[in-house]
C-alpha cells in the first residue's frame, strides 16, 4: 500500500477543508493517509503540503533524508514552490494517484559552524543560509571568503548563502538576481553592507563559500537554514557552506517553464505601460 504524509499549515484559510477532501480521495484510492502526529520515520511516497512555502520548507525538514517527493499546493500568498492552488487539489491528487507527473530535483547547501578550534553545529538547507547581527544597534563585522580566499571584510546587516530554489526568496529581498532552478550555483547577498563592495556574487556548485565573524565585531550573529533552525556565531566564529550532499524533490505536472511561474507568481507585467496606455486611448 502507498503512503501519503498529508501536511496542512491550520492557519490558512480552507486548510482544514483541503485536509479532509486530500484523505479522502487518497484513501478512496488505496492510500494510507497519515498526519505529521502519525509519522514516525517509515517509507513514504508523496508528501502533500497544504500551504505555503514555509510549510514546504518544514515538510521537508520532516523527510530530507528520504528525499521523499513533495507536493505543494498554495494555501498562502505567494507560494513560490508551490506547483498548483488550492482549488486544483482533486486534479492534483488524481494525477498523482494515476502516476501522471515528474519529480524535480532541488539541489541543497550542507553549512558547518565552527567556533574558534572546534565545529560546533551541522546543519543544511534547501532555500538559503543566513548569517544576521543578534544586536539590532550594531553592525556585525564579517569577512568574506570563497574557496579560502579572503574577499572582503565589511561591517552589514547580515548575508545570504542562496541555492538557486531561494533566490526568490531572501536573496531576493536582499536585491540578488532571480536564478533559474536548473543552474547549479550559490548565490551570495549581502545585507546592508556598509561597503563599497557590495555586490552579489555567484559561484561555482563546487565553492566553499566562508563567512566569518571578525574577532573585533561589536555584534555576534545567528547563523539560520530556511528560517527554521539556527545557530549562534561567536566572535572569531565561522560558517563554511558548501553544495549539499542531498537533494529535495518537488512534484512537477509539466508544461510549465520557470519564467512561467516567475511571471505568475510576481505578476510581472508583460505589457509595457505605453502598450497599456494605448488600448485605454482607443
Known amino acids: 500500500m502507498k503512503s501519503v504524509l498529508i501536511m496542512a499549515h491550520m492557519a490558512e484559510h480552507d486548510a482544514e477543508a483541503a485536509q479532509a477532501l486530500a484523505q479522502v480521495r487518497f484513501q478512496e484510492a488505496g492510500w494510507q493517509a497519515i498526519t505529521p502526529e502519525e509519522f514516525d520515520g517509515q517509507h513514504l511516497d508523496l508528501v502533500l503540503v497544504l500551504g505555503g512555502d514555509g510549510t514546504l520548507l ?3 525538514e520532516l523527510v530530507h533524508d528520504q528525499a521523499t517527493p513533495l507536493l505543494g499546493v498554495n494555501l498562502g500568498h505567494l507560494g513560490f514552490l508551490a506547483e ?4 486544483e487539489l482533486p486534479i492534483a491528487i488524481e494525477k498523482v494517484v494515476r502516476g501522471e507527473y515528474q519529480v524535480e530535483g532541488r539541489s541543497t547547501v550542507d553549512v558547518a559552524v565552527t567556533h ?3 565545529e560546533v553545529w551541522r546543519g543544511w538547507a534547501l532555500n538559503e543560509v543566513t548569517v544576521e547581527k543578534i544586536l539590532p544597534q550594531r553592525m556585525v563585522e564579517v569577512i568574506l571568503s570563497v ?14 548563502v542562496s541555492t538557486a530554489t531561494g533566490s526568490t526568496g531572501h536573496a531576493f529581498s536582499g536585491g540578488g538576481p532571480v536564478v533559474w532552478p536548473e543552474l547549479e550555483a550559490l548565490l551570495v547577498v549581502p545585507l546592508a553592507a556598509h561597503a563599497l563592495f557590495n555586490r552579489p556574487l555567484l559561484v561555482t556548485p563546487q565553492s566553499k563559500v566562508t563567512v566569518e565573524v571578525s574577532p573585533v565585531s ?7 537554514c530556511d528560517g527554521r533552525r539556527t545557530a549562534p556565531l561567536e566572535m572569531g566564529g ?5 553544495a549539499g550532499s542531498g537533494r529535495v524533490n518537488l512534484v512537477r505536472f ?14 510581472l507585467p508583460v505589457r509595457s505601460w ?9
Open 58 to 60: 518544514r515538510a521537508a
Open 274 to 282: 505605453r502598450e497599456r496606455a494605448a488600448d485605454r486611448a482607443g
Open 84 to 87: 498548483c492552488e488550492a482549488a
Open 147 to 160: 574557496d579560502g580566499q579572503d574577499l572582503s571584510a565589511f561591517g552589514c546587516d547580515g548575508l545570504v
Open 218 to 224: 561589536r555584534s555576534g550573529a545567528l547563523a539560520t
Open 238 to 242: 565561522r560558517m563554511d557552506v558548501t
Open 254 to 267: 509539466g508544461g510549465q517553464p520557470f519564467s512561467e511561474r516567475l511571471v505568475r507568481k510576481f505578476s
Open 116 to 118: 574558534p578550534g572546534r
